[in-house]
């Protein structure tokens, strides 16, 4: 009897002039899937070399030595300016203690040069990153300015391996 009832109503509704459509509506928003950054993957290599970098720096700094996978991640200018700024430290007799703050992205990717290139901003935070006498820990007195700043790097990779090729800290820019 009431499989009688439901094909009545199944009938009758499709005769009715004020039926409601039953089929499955197309959705107005947006689609389903969403788009994929086809550079993504190369992205993901670059700033784990970036940070890969940045990590074997503060252990450079805080060691006052060079850092031996240093130039696994640093070639160029950027590994020049760390092994500059570690005669600083060294010819000081001060070392960094405490760590920076990174908020790295890539900015601009080239998949298709030769070699492949890639831009990095970040925005570096050393509110907590202090340099200190080596000898007695005590700290070096800083300036009264910003200790946020913008850092830019590049990146290239022409054998299947990124480095971090060029740095350069932004100091009149903030973040």
């Known amino acids: 009897m009431s499989l009688l009832v439901l094909t009545a109503l199944s009938v009758t509704a499709g005769c009715s002039s004020d039926s409601v459509n039953t089929s499955p509506k197309k959705s107005a928003g947006p689609s389903a899937t969403k788009s994929v950054d086809p ?7 670059v700033l784990q070399v970036y940070r ?7 252990r450079t700094y805080a060691e006052a030595k ?23 430290y060294q010819d000081h007799g001060t070392v960094m ?9 890539v900015t601009d990717i080239d998949t298709s040069s030769t070699p492949m290139k890639a831009t990095i901003t ?11 006498d080596a000898k007695t820990g005590k700290e070096v007195p800083v300036g009264t300015g910003s200790r946020r700043h913008i850092y830019n790097a590049t990146a290239i990779n022409s054998d299947g391996t ?3 090729w060029t740095t350069d800290i932004d100091r009149e820019q903030k973040c």
């Open 39 to 45: 550079d993504a993957a190369e992205k993901a290599k």
């Open 52 to 58: 890969s970098m940045w990590e074997a720096r503060n």
């Open 66 to 88: 060079l850092d031996p996978k240093l130039g696994d991640y640093a070639g160029n200018k950027a590994l020049s300016n760390i092994k500059v700024t570690l005669l600083y």
């Open 97 to 105: 203690t405490g760590e920076p703050v990174n908020s790295p992205n």
């Open 122 to 132: 970040d925005c570096v935070d050393t509110s907590h990153y202090e340099e200190v």
């Open 162 to 164: 990124w480095i971090i």
